[in-house]
């Protein structure tokens, strides 16, 4: 059939409620919906990437020129074959190898590399690094009141239910003008 807007739908029973703000979850999680294009690149960080660890008590900061010569010199990688960034904690450094040998030759050196008065512990790249999995544990039927006309689209309600921390299942067709009803996953 025909996709019509879910604004362009006559509403011959409208009503009014009232919002509860108790109802309305506060969260600080993020949920961040798979991508094609994400497997890809987690297929490629998997095999070329390492997150470096300083360990020790020396308050010298070890930054990428000197991890990157420590590494020339331990493992014979050439610093065209590597990039070196700063990291997000709890790790210190990001390395990009050109090739998996050179990413896992220096893997191996975990722990018996020492730059800046430090060892360095050297682990591979996991999507969970910084991340924790948890399953969707609600089913629910959700009324949304209040939209304005622009957020009435699938992609605007997968933001929102985003935000909430869940997962949208489906848009029930709308009653009236005021209220959208979905069914989605929340934790």
Same mark, same amino acid.
């Given at each position: 059939g025909s996709r019509r807007s879910l604004l362009a739908r006559a509403y011959p029973q409208e009503v009014w409620r009232r919002r509860e703000p108790c109802l309305q979850p506060e969260r600080s999680h993020v949920l961040l919906a798979r991508i094609p294009s994400m497997d @890809? &690149?987690?297929a490629r960080y998997r095999c070329l990437v390492l997150l470096?660890? @300083? &360990?020790?008590d020396s308050?010298?900061?070890v930054t990428p020129a000197a991890l990157l010569a420590a590494i020339e010199e331990r493992c014979g990688v050439l610093p065209a074959e590597v990039s070196i960034e700063v990291a997000c904690p709890p790790h210190d450094l990001w390395l990009l190898f050109s090739t998996e040998e050179k990413c896992t030759v220096v893997l191996q050196s975990s722990m018996k590399l020492k730059?800046?008065?430090r060892w360095i512990k050297f682990e591979r790249w996991v999507r969970e690094i910084r991340g924790s999995s948890c399953a969707l544990e609600y089913k629910l039927k959700l009324s949304?009141?209040?939209l304005p006309d622009q957020a009435w689209s699938r992609r605007s309600v997968e933001g929102l239910l985003k935000d909430l921390g869940g997962e949208l299942i489906e848009i029930i067709p709308p009653k009236n003008q005021r209220e959208l009803e979905v069914m989605a996953w929340l934790r």
């Open positions: @890809a &690149v987690e470096a660890t @300083a &360990v020790g308050e010298e900061a730059c800046c008065h949304f009141e209040g």
